[in-house]
């Protein structure tokens, strides 16, 4: 069974500050990763993928990847109150694999 | 450029009685997922395809769910009959491939009563 585990959180960050969201992953030989934003009553939404080793900047977010740890991070700086959702994490094996997603840590920045 | 397009967006059915979702994906993208997301949880897969062909259906309980994809595009997943327990958010979402990014539908929300 191929496990993606996240905090549930909440994570509290206060406007302005780093937003520091963690992921680990099972297998090993896992090629693809995703970070989705849910806000509540809404679908997923894809806000940055990184397919490996190293940081991928994307504007106030910033994915990091460290196959050998087996964990993928998102940082966000400068949190928004509009930043205030669930952050859910995604990981491919291959491409004959289904995306398995973590159960999302809920962030919330407060002004 | 139209995203993956889900309908209806909100269900209400009595338990016992039959319920269809379908799912029209973003155009070209080959494969398209069925997940299910229950409140304060991630997307659980229930169905992955391949352009027509199911490829990963181990967790759609076979007894009452069924899905199809004709032509490889539209998709549509039916339960036949609906429990209470049933009742969660049904997310489609398609991708080029397997490997590259998924984008979801607004999802529908199945409340059986």
């Known amino acids: 069974q191929k496990e993606v585990e996240q905090n549930s959180g909440p994570l509290s960050v206060p406007e302005g500050a780093i937003a520091s969201l963690n992921c680990t992953y099972s297998d090993r030989g896992s090629q693809s990763f995703f970070w989705y934003r849910q806000y509540s009553g809404k679908s997923p939404e894809l806000i940055m993928s990184i397919y490996s080793n190293g940081d991928k900047e994307d504007g106030r977010f910033t994915a990091q990847l460290n196959k050998a740890s087996q964990y993928v991070s998102l940082l966000i700086r400068d949190s928004q109150p509009s930043d205030s959702a669930t952050y859910l994490c995604a990981v491919n094996v291959a491409g004959n694999t289904p995306l398995v997603f973590g159960k999302g840590t809920r962030l919330s920045v407060i002004a | 450029e139209a995203g993956v397009v889900q309908s209806p967006r909100y269900k209400i059915i009595e338990k016992k009685q039959p319920v269809a979702f379908w799912c029209n994906p973003i155009s070209g993208h080959n494969t398209l997922y069925w997940y299910l997301q229950n409140l304060g949880q991630g997307p659980e897969l229930l169905i992955r395809?391949?352009?027509?062909?199911?490829?990963?259906d181990s967790q759609l309980p076979k007894d009452r769910f069924s899905a199809e994809r004709l032509k490889g595009v539209d998709s549509t997943l039916k339960i036949q009959p609906a429990e209470l327990g049933d009742s969660a958010v049904y997310l489609c979402a398609s991708s080029e491939t397997g490997l590259t990014e998924a984008f979801f539908g607004q999802g529908t929300r199945l409340t059986v009563v």
């Open positions: 395809y391949e352009n027509e062909e199911a490829v990963d």
